[in-house]
């Protein structure tokens, strides 16, 4: 007579979380659809999978330990209450049985991803009376060959870039959930907390198929100088009264280096001027830098400005317009 103790590797003091543990480990190892070029491997998870259906069922358990059913469950004595002739044991156990541990089928769903391996396309119902798992190669019913691959998961990951990065296409590190490190190269129109997906970068597939992809969430460095606005970016340049009024040149910064900038006479506080290409790469063309003007006042005292200002003062300058 077969022990589901030693099958399962625990102790006859084992609790339902040390038997479900086990369980999860040997069934993780031992599936068919892990092995596939193991012909033993369909057998060894069967007797786990047997072994699991009578130690994670509270009263069946209880049961073996009185001995009153036998390593699979069934009735030592013939005519004994509770079971079907021959009843083997089914994954996840008939219908009235209480698993402590939750069902073969439950667990198996957790490791496989809700694909735990039963119904049409993993254990079919033909082979029930030998422990609910069909003949090997039966068609759909049968074990791993004739089951579609599945996708690994996806894993998820936080990618955080500066402004300069981004705009000269540099590949920034990023490590993902499964603890991994790669390069990625943030696609041109990539806007802030945008999700970008990398083929094949996820958790392999647990039966031979393509792996998972990995989703990557990019943000944005805040930036000393710059604020984003889609593509463009905006910056405030701070000149002096006297650059307001005659004009002249200064110097903003950019992205890439700073540049020269017109300003024209008579320029107010708050205007806007356009530097065609210097914002964040999009799609089909970079956006633009927007300087807005920013009349600022020297710290120090000046008494000629003071002067002046105070005569502008005594003679009665022309009101401003009114917008």
Same mark, same amino acid.
């Given at each position: 007579?077969? &022990? +589901? !103790?030693?099958?399962?590797?625990?102790?006859?003091g084992?609790?339902?979380?040390?038997?479900?543990?086990?369980?999860?480990?040997?069934?993780?190892?031992?599936?068919?659809?892990?092995?596939?070029?193991?012909?033993?491997?369909?057998?060894?998870?069967? #007797?786990?999978?047997?072994?699991? &259906?009578?130690?994670?069922?509270?009263? %069946?358990?209880?049961?073996?330990?009185?001995?009153?059913?036998?390593? &699979?469950?069934?009735?030592?004595?013939?005519?004994?209450?509770?079971?079907?002739?021959?009843?083997?044991?089914?994954?996840?156990?008939?219908?009235?049985?209480?698993?402590?541990?939750?069902?073969?089928?439950?667990?198996?769903?957790?490791?496989?991803?809700? *694909?735990? /391996?039963?119904?049409?396309?993993?254990?079919?119902?033909?082979?029930?009376?030998?422990?609910?798992?069909?003949?090997?190669?039966?068609g759909?019913?049968?074990? /791993?060959?004739?089951? *579609?691959?599945?996708?690994?998961? =996806?894993?998820? /990951?936080?990618?955080?870039?500066?402004?300069?990065?981004?705009?000269?296409?540099?590949?920034?590190?990023?490590t993902?959930?499964?603890?991994?490190?790669?390069a990625?190269?943030?696609?041109?129109?990539?806007? &802030?907390?945008?999700?970008?997906?990398? #083929?094949?970068?996820?958790?392999?597939?647990?039966?031979?198929?393509?792996?998972?992809?990995?989703?990557?969430t990019?943000?944005?460095?805040?930036?000393?100088?710059? #604020?984003?606005?889609?593509?463009?970016? *905006? !910056?405030?340049? +701070?000149?002096?009264?006297?650059?307001?009024?005659?004009?002249?040149?200064?110097?903003?910064?950019?992205?890439?280096?700073?540049?020269?900038?017109?300003?024209?006479?008579?320029?107010?506080?708050?205007?806007?001027m356009?530097?065609?290409?210097?914002?964040? +790469?999009?799609?089909? #063309?970079?956006? =633009?830098?927007?300087?807005?003007?920013?009349? @600022?006042?020297?710290?120090?005292?000046? +008494?000629?400005?003071?002067?002046?200002? @105070?005569?502008?003062?005594?003679?009665?300058?022309?009101?401003? %317009? @009114? %917008?």
């Amino acid at each position: 007579m077969s &022990d +589901p !103790y030693k099958i399962l590797g625990v102790t006859k003091g084992a609790s339902a979380a040390d038997i479900k543990s086990a369980f999860r480990n040997l069934a993780k190892k031992n599936h068919p659809d892990q092995n596939p070029n193991d012909p033993k491997a369909k057998e060894r998870f069967s #007797k786990i999978n047997n072994a699991y &259906d009578v130690l994670g069922d509270t009263e %069946k358990r209880a049961q073996f330990d009185r001995g009153e059913v036998d390593g &699979d469950g069934n009735p030592v004595h013939p005519g004994f209450g509770g079971f079907g002739q021959g009843g083997g044991a089914r994954p996840g156990g008939p219908s009235g049985q209480t698993f402590a541990g939750g069902g073969a089928e439950e667990i198996l769903s957790e490791i496989f991803g809700g *694909r735990g /391996g039963f119904g049409r396309s993993g254990f079919g119902q033909a082979g029930a009376a030998q422990g609910g798992f069909g003949q090997a190669g039966a068609g759909p019913q049968g074990f /791993g060959g004739t089951r *579609r691959p599945q996708k690994g998961t =996806d894993v998820e /990951g936080k990618l955080a870039i500066t402004l300069e990065d981004l705009a000269a296409g540099k590949k920034a590190s990023v490590t993902l959930g499964d603890g991994r490190t790669v390069a990625v190269s943030v696609p041109k129109g990539t806007k &802030d907390g945008q999700t970008i997906r990398l #083929k094949g970068q996820g958790a392999p597939s647990p039966n031979g198929g393509t792996a998972g992809d990995a989703r990557i969430t990019v943000r944005y460095i805040p930036h000393p100088l710059f #604020k984003v606005d889609g593509t463009n970016l *905006r !910056y405030d340049a +701070p000149i002096h009264l006297h650059q307001a009024y005659l004009g002249g040149k200064i110097q903003v910064p950019t992205l890439s280096g700073r540049v020269n900038l017109t300003v024209p006479p008579k320029s107010n506080s708050g205007s806007t001027m356009r530097i065609p290409g210097k914002g964040l +790469p999009g799609k089909s #063309k970079s956006g =633009d830098l927007l300087v807005s003007l920013q009349i @600022q006042f020297p710290d120090q005292p000046e +008494p000629e400005l003071e002067a002046l200002m @105070q005569k502008w003062a005594k003679e009665g300058r022309p009101p401003l %317009k @009114q %917008k």
